[in-house]
């Protein structure tokens, strides 16, 4: 089947660790994307990657790291910098400009 | 700021009535609209979209919006609201041009009782 797909769908992250969350596309799309989202807020925009080798800050970005080393693939890893990680994770991904972008079925991060 | 403002943190209605959930945006240029659902503990679902042309957009579920371009609205509707409609719907915009990030609002919870 076609899509987005995120894992672990749950995750438990300690004091000072460093933690990886995995985002695999077949949909060919050349855009891909990391949000943020918290209860009672919208989603806010961490990392995204128009193209392979190459990705930008969004809103966010401090206490997080990308690559996209394939174009069916975005990993992002949420540092220990990030003093606030707990969340709702999405990855998404895109065509070119005006084109939809599509969600994977989310990631929970918790600290423990 | 670009924004995008959904007024009503939750919208009640009946099974059988029409709904409609509420967004306005304050963004530069003609921007591209949508409309996504999100389930509990789910990933967001695409229901429709506003690029260019006639007003009124159909989408899946049964859903519409109407965009208003003097009122810079995008509401969404449907006819006959069903029980499994209920969940959390969020309005967004991209800017035509650049890439394509979207600015989301803060999202309205629709509950619909039997």
């Known amino acids: 089947d076609g899509g987005i797909t995120q894992s672990p769908k749950y995750l438990f992250r300690k004091e000072g660790q460093n933690v990886t969350l995995s985002c695999e596309q077949n949909?060919?799309?050349?855009?891909m994307y990391w949000y943020r989202q918290d209860p009672g807020q919208g989603l806010r925009l961490i990392y995204y990657?128009?193209?392979?080798?190459?990705?930008q800050k969004g809103d966010i970005a401090e206490g997080y790291s990308v690559s996209r080393e394939k174009k069916e693939s975005f990993p992002l890893t949420v540092t220990s910098a990030q003093k606030n990680p707990t969340a709702f994770y999405l990855c998404?991904?895109?065509?070119?400009?005006?084109?939809?972008?599509?969600f994977g079925e989310g990631s929970w991060l918790t600290v423990v | 700021a670009q924004s995008v403002a959904q007024p009503e943190d939750q919208v009640n209605v009946a099974e059988g009535n029409p709904l409609t959930v509420k967004c306005t945006y304050s963004?530069?240029?003609?921007?591209?609209l949508f409309w996504y659902v999100q389930y509990p503990n789910r990933g967001l679902q695409f229901l429709l979209k506003?690029?260019?042309?006639?007003?009124l957009v159909k989408g899946s579920y049964g859903f519409e919006a109407e965009f208003n371009k003097s009122q810079t609205s995008f509401h969404l509707k449907k006819p006959s609201a069903l029980v499994s409609d209920s969940a959390l719907y969020f309005c967004?915009?991209?800017?035509?041009?650049?890439?394509?990030?979207?600015?989301f609002g803060a999202g309205t919870r629709l509950a619909v009782h039997p």
């Open positions: 990657s128009q193209i392979v080798n190459d990705f």
């Open positions: 949909l060919n799309h050349d855009a």
């Open positions: 963004v530069s240029g003609n921007p591209y």
């Open positions: 506003y690029i260019t042309g006639d007003n």
């Open positions: 967004a915009v991209s800017l035509r041009g650049g890439y394509n990030k979207l600015i």
């Open positions: 998404a991904s895109s065509g070119k400009s005006g084109n939809t972008i599509y």
